[in-house]
C-alpha cells in the first residue's frame, strides 16, 4: 500500500495500519540490546501472532522500512536511533515442537539456547551448538550463526518466511544460498519458523555436550559483561582475536568502551558508553589491524540506526 496524498507528514505510527499486537511510538531500545546503548525505535512493533504480522506487511506502506530485532545480541543500535517499525517476535513465535525423524520444528522467535533445550529433551542430538549461540533462531538463519564447528546451515531443512509485501515463501537450505555468517535471503525477508535435522541421542549424553559447550564459552568468553558477541567475522585462513591481539588492541578504550582483556574479539560497554564510542572503538581496531597485518576486519556485529551524539574521546 502506498501512502496516501498528504499523509508523509503525519506521525509515522499515524500512517501504518491498524493490528491486533501493540505499536509504541518512540520506544527504547538501550535497554533490550545487550549492549545497553542506542536510541529509539522511531515505532516498536509487536505482532500478535502470524496472521498478524502478514497482515501490517500487506497494509502497511510500501516506503516505511522494517527491521527485525531479536533479543539483540549481536546489534549495536546507533545513538539517533532507527527510522522506521522495529519488529519483536513475542510468544506466538517461540514454539518448539519435535516431530518424526529427530526433527525440531522451531518458531523464528525462539531462544537458541531454547532451541538446543528442546532438542535435548526430546533425545535429538546435533543442535547443541545452539546453545553457544546467542540470540534468537530467527538470527540464526538471517546470518547462518555457529558456533564449535557447526552453523545454522549444516542442521536447517526448510524455512519459512514472509517479504516486505507480505507474501509466505517455503524455502529449503540451498535456496538460502548460506555462506560464512551470511544468508543470500532477501533483505526484505522476516523469517517465522523452520524445521531442524538432527539425529537420534541420549538425553544424558546431549546435556553433558551442551553442559561442555557453555562451560567454554564461559571460560573464554566475557559473557556476564555489557557486550554483543564476537565483533569482527575471522577473515579466511585467520582468527580475528589473534589479529586485534597482534595489533596491540587488547584492552583498549573509547570513552565507556573497551576491547575485552579476556577475548580481544569482543568489545563490551564498560558503563556509560555510547553506541558512538563502541562503533568508534571497532573502527580504530579495523585500523590497527590494517595497518599491521594487511587484512581487512569485516563487522560481525550488526550497525543499525543513525548516528547521534559524539564520540566520547580517543581510543587509547
Known amino acids: 500500500m502506498?501512502?496516501?496524498?498528504?499523509?508523509?507528514?503525519?506521525?509515522?505510527?499515524?500512517?501504518?495500519?491498524?493490528?491486533?499486537?501493540?505499536l509504541t511510538e518512540n520506544a527504547p531500545l538501550d535497554r533490550v540490546t545487550w549492549f545497553r546503548v542506542g536510541g529509539p525505535a522511531e515505532v516498536l512493533f509487536k505482532p500478535a501472532d502470524r496472521e498478524d504480522l502478514?497482515?501490517?506487511?500487506?497494509?502497511?506502506?510500501?516506503?516505511?522500512?522494517?527491521?527485525?530485532?531479536?533479543?539483540?545480541?549481536?546489534?549495536?543500535?546507533?545513538?539517533?536511533?532507527?527510522?522506521?517499525?522495529?519488529?519483536?517476535l513475542g510468544r506466538a513465535f517461540v514454539d518448539l515442537t519435535p516431530e518424526?525423524?529427530?526433527?525440531?520444528?522451531?518458531?523464528?522467535?525462539?531462544?537458541?539456547?531454547?532451541?538446543?533445550?528442546?532438542?535435548?529433551?526430546?533425545?535429538?542430538a546435533g543442535l547443541e551448538f545452539f546453545c553457544g549461540v546467542p540470540g534468537t533462531l530467527g538470527g540464526a538463519l538471517r546470518m547462518n550463526a555457529g558456533a564449535y564447528e557447526k552453523e545454522t546451515r549444516d542442521v536447517l531443512i526448510e524455512a519459512e518466511a514472509v517479504d516486505g509485501q507480505g507474501e509466505v515463501h517455503r524455502v529449503c537450505a540451498?535456496?538460502?544460498?548460506?555462506?560464512?555468517?551470511?544468508?543470500?535471503?532477501?533483505?526484505?525477508?522476516?523469517?517465522?519458523?523452520?524445521?531442524l535435522q538432527g539425529e537420534p541421542g541420549e538425553p544424558e549424553v546431549i546435556a553433558g555436550r551442551m553442559e561442555a559447550i557453555q562451560r567454554q564459552r564461559e571460560e573464554s568468553q566475557p559473557i556476564r559483561t555489557r557486550t554483543g558477541g564476537s565483533t569482527f567475522k575471522n577473515p579466511p585462513g585467520h582468527k580475528a582475536w589473534q589479529l586485534i591481539d597482534k595489533a596491540g588492541c587488547r584492552g583498549m578504550t573509547r570513552g565507556g568502551a573497551q576491547v575485552s582483556e579476556k577475548h580481544c574479539n569482543f568489545l563490551i560497554n564498560q558503563g556509560g558508553a555510547?553506541?558512538?564510542?563502541?562503533?568508534?572503538?571497532?573502527?580504530?581496531?579495523?585500523?590497527?589491524?590494517?595497518?599491521?597485518?594487511?587484512?581487512?576486519?569485516?563487522?560481525?556485529?550488526?550497525?543499525?540506526?543513525v548516528e547521534g551524539g559524539q564520540v566520547k574521546g580517543g581510543a587509547s
Not at 67 to 80: E, K, T, W, Y
Open 100 to 124: 518424526p525423524g529427530s526433527v525440531l520444528s522451531a518458531g523464528a522467535g525462539a531462544l537458541d539456547i531454547n532451541v538446543a533445550k528442546a532438542a535435548q529433551l526430546a533425545g535429538i
Open 174 to 195: 540451498a535456496d538460502l544460498a548460506m555462506s560464512y555468517r551470511h544468508s543470500g535471503a532477501p533483505q526484505d525477508w522476516i523469517f517465522l519458523s523452520a524445521r
Open 54 to 88: 502478514i497482515d501490517f506487511m500487506k497494509a502497511k506502506p510500501a516506503e516505511v522500512p522494517v527491521m527485525v530485532l531479536g533479543v539483540g545480541s549481536n546489534l549495536l543500535v546507533r545513538d539517533g536511533g532507527v527510522p522506521g517499525v522495529v519488529l519483536r
Open 274 to 305: 555510547s553506541a558512538a564510542d563502541i562503533e568508534g572503538l571497532g573502527e580504530e581496531v579495523r585500523r590497527r589491524v590494517k595497518e599491521t597485518s594487511g587484512i581487512a576486519l569485516e563487522w560481525e556485529i550488526k550497525r543499525v540506526g
Open 2 to 22: 502506498n501512502a496516501k496524498p498528504g499523509t508523509r507528514d503525519l506521525p509515522l505510527i499515524e500512517r501504518l495500519p491498524s493490528v491486533r499486537g501493540r
